[in-house]
């Protein structure tokens, strides 16, 4: 039975999200094959682990007195130990488990980012998401679209400027963004998710405070030029290396208006409860709405599975799905969200999630695939990554050190 470390929360803007992926993660994972450790990480960096991470209503009144504090360090021989904080690192009843795979539940900064894959690639744990290269780019926007761009892969217009350049001259940049990009504009801070610090512009006035607005939240800003005639399409994917498989495509019914954080997570069900995180149970007819849902009372919002768009619209949207996949070196579950302007029909590739809420299991699930085959899925593609890491070469002999020190 494998030891599966499941990795949520951190500190990010999308830290609530996260939690609901990885307790679903948690719940969905096939406890016939899988040893499960949940381990969260708080808004203040720090590590627990605990039964009652289990639970969802446990994180609506915290309580860390039923946790352990917990870390990850490196294990003798190789590999990594999660250990109790409070005690020796290896000594005794410290060591909780040695984990065989991480399964990676974050969104947004300090967990999608890169940061975690770095460490658990020092330390030669398995892990779910895509790798240090594709993490890091698939966060940063700017970054992600000039690598689309130069790809030959069909983005929007687009310009970015740093913190430091809008403090120095607001009216330069008002003027740049207007001479380049126009309106409507959408503004957003490089390295988010989930629509947190996008605003839409449609004059000077709303450019100018949508900046602020981005600012406040990355020193690096994106301004792109909106399509006019929108539809939003998303395609998820599944793998590593050469062995992909495609969903098929969704489109949110709501996306007539920009949406929100609240909008995309937060519609839906009473008390506010309800979003885009709850999965889809089923595949209708096409173009039909997909309601409902219920992974521990979240529920869908409101999409369309699978898209209502031509069949060769689809086609060159999966097409695309696979290359990013390539380009991207990613591996596990990613999704990439495309814009269409029906009118022009045309296609814009909007941005990569290297780890989608809910895994976009609602995706996979309405081709026949479920949940927990998901994430089988996903850990076989972390352990053939790990081998085919292994097999390269990391040590090569030369007579450096015997020159620095003086010998011949």
């Known amino acids: 039975m494998l030891q599966l470390l499941v990795l949520y929360g951190s500190r990010a803007c999308e830290h609530d999200v996260s ?15 899988y040893d499960v450790t949940p381990v969260y990480i708080d808004k203040q960096g720090r590590w627990f682990t605990g039964e009652a991470l289990r639970r969802m209503d446990f994180y609506t009144h915290f309580d860390e007195r039923q946790l352990i504090p917990c870390m990850l360090v490196p294990a003798p021989g190789g590999g990594a130990h999660l250990v ?26 300090n967990g999608e980012d890169g940061t975690i894959q770095g460490l658990l690639e020092l330390y030669g744990v398995p892990y779910t998401s895509a790798g240090v290269l594709g993490s890091a780019t698939g966060m940063d926007k700017i970054a992600m679209k000039l690598i689309y761009r130069g790809c030959g892969l069909p983005v929007t217009d687009m310009c970015w400027f740093e913190r ?49 607005v981005a600012a406040s939240f990355d020193r690096r ?43 995309k997570y937060l519609r839906g069900g009473k008390g506010g409860k309800g979003g885009k995180l709850g999965p889809a149970k089923a595949m209708p007819a096409k173009g039909a709405p997909v309601k409902g849902g219920g992974a521990k009372g979240m529920q869908s919002l409101s999409r369309r599975i699978p898209a209502p768009i031509p069949d060769e619209t689809t086609a060159e949207i999966q097409r695309m799905t696979r290359e990013i996949f390539r380009i991207m070196d990613l591996k596990g579950v990613v999704r990439v969200d495309y814009l269409l302007d029906t009118e022009a029909n045309r296609i814009y590739v909007n941005e990569v999630n290297t780890i989608p809420g809910s895994l976009a299991f609602y995706l996979f699930e309405a081709m026949g695939i479920p949940f927990r085959e998901l994430i089988d899925r996903m850990v076989d593609a972390a352990m053939r990554a790990r081998r085919e890491r292994d097999a ?10 015997q020159r620095a020190a003086g010998n011949r």
């Open 19 to 33: 939690i609901i992926t990885g307790v679903q993660a948690l719940t969905a994972a096939d406890p016939m094959k």
């Open 221 to 263: 800003i994106l301004v792109e030029k909106g399509v006019e005639h929108l539809k939003e399409v998303n395609c998820a994917a599944v793998g590593y290396g050469e062995d992909v498989t495609v969903s098929p495509c969704e489109m949110p019914v709501t996306w007539e208006e920009f949406l929100t954080f609240d909008e």
């Open 164 to 212: 430091a350049d809008w403090e120095a001259g607001r009216e330069d940049i008002l003027g740049r963004v207007e001479r380049e990009i126009g309106y409507p504009a959408f503004v957003k801070p490089a390295n988010l998710g989930s629509s947190i610090g996008i605003s839409r512009a449609k004059d000077r006035a709303s450019l100018a405070e949508a900046i602020d």
């Open 84 to 109: 109790k904080q409070k005690t020796g690192l290896f000594g005794g009843h410290g060591v909780l488990v040695k984990p065989d795979c991480a399964l990676l539940a974050f969104h947004g900064m």
């Open 392 to 401: 390269s070469t990391f040590s090569y002999g030369s007579p450096i050190l």
